[in-house]
């Protein structure tokens, strides 16, 4: 895994204590795993956004544009989702489609990280089952996260370019992408530049 230091997480948990402190250390750890598409990209580790800032920002995002955008869904459970939905990055570690990566495989290892983090919670089954159900992304609730999930990774792409690192296009043609919802894109379309054709047919 790429970390920003080598904290050894078995030094921090033990058999016996709480199933709640254990599990906020294990997920502390996202602060610690970098976003590896950025670092693969070129974004030097002093500036790289880690997967704990990613989620943070999906769940801003999520609280932010709900209200206008989905005030129909549960806004408790978009946001647990948020926040979860990358979890199992823990133990698994960040795996881009450049590590090429089998999906079921990348699946399973995520799955059994949320799992053996989340199964011994008091809510450990409801959470689980949230997870899941943002893996599966059926629910509206799972559709709008998957498309603050993208929109997050753009608007940090439009971060990264104001700072002055390049070769960035790809990340801003899969944001866009990643939003199906019509309104949301022209939402962004000013602040995600994108330059095909084929990007900007479907805003």
Same mark, same amino acid.
């Given at each position: 895994?790429?970390?920003? /230091?080598?904290?050894?997480? =078995?030094?921090?948990?033990?058999?016996?204590? &709480?199933?709640?402190?254990? #599990?906020?250390?294990?997920?502390?750890?996202?602060?610690?795993?970098?976003?590896?598409?950025?670092?693969?990209?070129?974004? !030097? #580790?002093?500036?790289? &956004?880690?997967?704990?800032?990613?989620?943070?920002?999906?769940?801003?995002?999520?609280?932010?544009?709900?209200?206008?955008?989905? !005030?129909?869904?549960?806004?408790?459970?978009?946001?647990?989702?948020? +926040?979860?939905?990358?979890?199992?990055?823990?133990?698994?570690?960040?795996?881009? !489609?450049?590590?090429? +990566?089998?999906?079921?495989?990348?699946?399973?290892?995520?799955?059994?990280?949320?799992?053996?983090?989340?199964?011994? +919670?008091?809510?450990?089954?409801?959470?689980?089952?949230?997870?899941?159900?943002?893996?599966?992304? &059926?629910?509206?609730?799972?559709?709008?996260?998957?498309?603050?999930?993208? *929109?997050?990774?753009? *608007?940090?792409?439009?971060?990264?370019?104001?700072?002055?690192?390049?070769?960035?296009?790809?990340?801003?043609? /899969?944001?866009?992408?990643?939003?199906?919802?019509?309104?949301?894109?022209?939402?962004?379309?000013?602040?995600?530049?994108?330059?095909? =054709?084929?990007?900007?047919?479907?805003?």
């Amino acid at each position: 895994m790429d970390t920003k /230091s080598q904290v050894a997480i =078995d030094k921090l948990i033990s058999a016996d204590i &709480e199933p709640t402190v254990r #599990a906020w250390f294990e997920i502390n750890q996202l602060k610690n795993l970098f976003r590896r598409g950025w670092l693969q990209a070129g974004i !030097p #580790a002093e500036s790289c &956004e880690s997967v704990a800032e990613h989620s943070f920002g999906v769940a801003t995002l999520c609280i932010l544009l709900l209200p206008e955008f989905a !005030p129909q869904l549960d806004v408790e459970r978009v946001v647990i989702m948020a +926040l979860l939905h990358d979890v199992g990055e823990v133990y698994a570690g960040d795996i881009t !489609p450049q590590d090429g +990566l089998d999906e079921h495989v990348k699946l399973v290892a995520e799955m059994e990280s949320v799992t053996s983090i989340l199964n011994n +919670l008091p809510v450990g089954q409801e959470y689980l089952q949230i997870w899941n159900e943002f893996e599966v992304g &059926e629910t509206p609730e799972a559709q709008f996260v998957h498309q603050m999930d993208r *929109l997050e990774m753009g *608007l940090q792409a439009r971060v990264y370019t104001e700072q002055g690192y390049c070769d960035l296009e790809h990340f801003y043609h /899969s944001a866009i992408q990643g939003i199906s919802d019509k309104v949301l894109r022209n939402l962004v379309g000013d602040v995600i530049p994108v330059d095909s =054709d084929a990007d900007r047919s479907i805003r």
